[in-house]
């Protein structure tokens, strides 16, 4: 007979469990030895700090969340694909946006600069001609654009801050002649305002960005009043306390006790250096700064010296006339001082350059009026603040070339299209459309930001490393005065006037020599440039393969549109495969965008002043058909 067990005076009964739990206990006890036997010593155990820091970098769905940027004022336009989004921060220098939006959608650029303002004082006459007044808004709009483009905020002031000084009853009172009463106005209003720069409206800088005298007064800090020795009295700058302390003794002047008596010195005041303000206060009130070449002053003295046929036109009779000729010749020295200061030319990139002829049309155009010689009533004139200048001639035009790769160089100007990675992809590989096994299996990443940063970073960066480029190419304060960087998807660019300070060439003359546009003008147009010559061993395309390029650039993009759901589903694996190529592109686009909103902000809080666009008879946008929507 078995034995029976007991336990407790109860029998016991073994049974075997089932095989599963068999098989179970068996893989346990061999994990068990062969991590005993093989796995790490209890020196390489890691500490829970370790692991905790690499369980941070994956995703923890039931994690806490965290809080993403509010968003600022100002830092959204609606698009046709999706809003463009900002956000302005120091870290815009870091390689992707997303690190520091949270927010795949949203760009990082640099925080905006705060503009200084720069004054000018207009005062209508009593009853002029409405053709007298537009020419005159048309001057003070070119000078509110060339002071924009240099970084500056542009106010025009009138009677209407005059008013509100406290010291305007008493000049009032004084019943000054014309002339005088007007100087006093002007420092009344800019003494209203609190100080800063006043310009005469005839006085617009003229020189490089980084020129010393428009870089002071950039700082916005004038710690002197001031004004322009070779400017006579066409710039000043002062703090407002100066300003104000100069008008109170200028109005507690002697000659004003007895007007009758000094009627005729007073008079003469105008005529002197420096203007009336500088007659009425002592000699070191006002410090002189005889160092400054950045600013070109169109006063009287100088368009009869300098410029005779447009001093004859500006009489009562030609006035309308002789202001529109001003005007030209005005613009034709801002552009003369762009191509003069950009001596190597005009760069076109064409990275990727065998299929994106397409993609460089409106670059081109761009770049082939920025080399074409300015409109003007004197062509062979200079600046007055540059009498040496170099002409432009139209037998011997600005250099203009297609580069494959950008170059660091302050004395060449650059024109890029930047597109976007499903845009490149369609043109490079020559396909109609796109999907995700070619995108994985044969496309490359990063095309266009290796390619364009190819000859000065070489081939053995990073495509973060190179985003850090292009963005400071864009963005750094000396950088982007000295290139334009568009977006490919947009059909039309808007502000080019106000990005570069002037109007650029509408016309061209019919043939190779220079003409005017009919037989009663006294303008003289110029030949456009012919286009840049084709890059040095890339094959020109021929006419059928160039209509193939832009019938995919019509479909990508109405791709980067759509709304269907796989199209926008491979659109974003084409964004998620090409990281630097989207970054830079989101980060162009950004940069353009917050760029037209901050010029349209300004442009509607100034339009109902002197200067307007549409006071001037200009349609709104500077040349680019005054659109404010973004098409892509």
């Not at 002031?157 to 007007?182: F, G, I």
């Amino acid at each position: 007979m078995p034995v029976q067990r007991l336990c407790f005076g109860r029998p016991l009964r073994l049974q075997m469990p089932p095989r599963r739990f068999q098989l179970l206990f068996a893989l346990s006890t061999f994990f068990i030895v062969t991590l005993r036997l093989f796995g790490p010593s209890s020196s390489e155990i890691p500490y829970v700090d370790e692991v905790t820091e690499h369980l941070s970098n994956f995703p923890q769905p039931f994690g806490p969340s965290a809080h993403k940027p509010p968003v600022q004022p100002n830092s959204t336009v609606s698009s046709a694909y999706r809003a463009i989004e900002w956000l302005a921060d120091f870290k815009w220098r870091n390689p992707f946006s997303s690190s520091t939006t949270l927010d795949e959608n949203r760009a990082v650029l640099p925080p905006l600069k705060e503009r200084p303002p720069i004054y000018t004082f207009y005062d209508a006459r009593g009853k002029q001609e409405e053709a007298v007044s537009e020419a005159e808004h048309r001057l003070i709009l070119a000078w509110r654009r060339a002071w924009w483009a240099q970084g500056f905020k542009p106010q025009v002031l009138s009677r209407a801050e005059a008013m509100k000084h406290p010291q305007y009853q008493l000049v009032q009172r004084l019943k000054l002649e014309s002339k005088t009463e007007l100087e006093l106005m002007k420092w009344l209003a800019w003494g209203h305002m609190g100080g800063g720069v006043l310009a005469n409206w005839l006085a617009l800088p003229m020189a490089e960005y980084d020129n010393p005298m428009l870089s002071f007064l950039r700082r916005n800090e004038y710690p002197v009043l001031s004004r322009v020795e070779s400017l006579q009295s066409g710039v000043f700058f002062g703090e407002a306390a100066a300003v104000n302390a100069a008008v109170k003794k200028a109005i507690d002047n002697p000659l004003f006790k007895n007007l009758t008596a000094n009627k005729d010195k007073i008079a003469a005041l105008g005529k002197k250096e420096g203007g009336v303000m500088v007659s009425l206060l002592p000699k070191n009130d006002i410090a002189v700064d005889s160092k400054a070449n950045g600013i070109a002053y169109y006063s009287t003295s100088t368009i009869t010296s300098t410029y005779e046929t447009l001093a004859k036109k500006i009489t009562d009779k030609t006035r309308v006339e002789g202001l529109e000729m001003l005007a030209s010749l005005i613009n034709s020295h801002l552009h003369l001082t762009f191509q003069n200061i950009f001596t190597e030319g005009v760069s076109v990139l064409k990275p990727l350059p065998e299929h994106t002829t397409a993609l460089m049309y409106e670059a081109i155009d761009i770049a082939r009026n920025l080399t074409q010689c300015p409109t003007s009533p004197v062509p062979k004139s200079c600046p007055p603040n540059k009498p040496k200048c170099t002409p432009c001639d139209p037998n011997k035009p600005m250099k203009l070339e297609l580069s494959t790769s950008h170059k660091n160089s302050s004395v060449l100007y650059t024109i890029s299209t930047v597109p976007h990675p499903y845009t490149l992809n369609l043109l490079h590989y020559t396909r109609d459309t796109l999907d995700s096994n070619f995108i994985r299996r044969q496309a490359a990443r990063n095309q266009w930001i290796l390619a364009t940063t190819k000859e000065l970073l070489g081939d053995k960066r990073s495509g973060q490393d190179r985003v850090v480029h292009f963005k400071e190419a864009v963005a750094a304060p000396l950088s982007a005065s000295n290139s334009l960087w568009l977006t490919a998807e947009r059909e039309s660019q808007v502000d080019l006037d106000w990005i570069f300070g002037f109007n650029l060439p509408q016309t061209a003359s019919p043939n190779n020599e220079p003409s005017s546009p009919d037989k009663t003008s006294e303008l003289i147009i110029f030949p456009r440039p012919k286009p840049p010559a084709p890059l040095q061993n890339v094959e020109v395309p021929e006419e059928k393969w160039i209509k193939k390029e832009e019938e995919r650039l019509k479909k990508a993009r109405e791709a980067l549109k759509s709304k269907n759901r796989r199209m926008v589903d491979i659109v974003l694996m084409v964004e998620q495969w090409n990281l630097a190529d989207t970054e830079a592109w989101k980060f162009a686009r950004a940069w353009s965008a917050r760029r037209r909103v901050e010029r349209r902000k300004w442009e509607d809080e100034e339009k109902k002043y002197a200067g307007a666009e549409s006071k001037a008879g200009v349609h709104s946008g500077g040349g680019g058909g005054g659109r404010w929507s973004d098409k892509i």
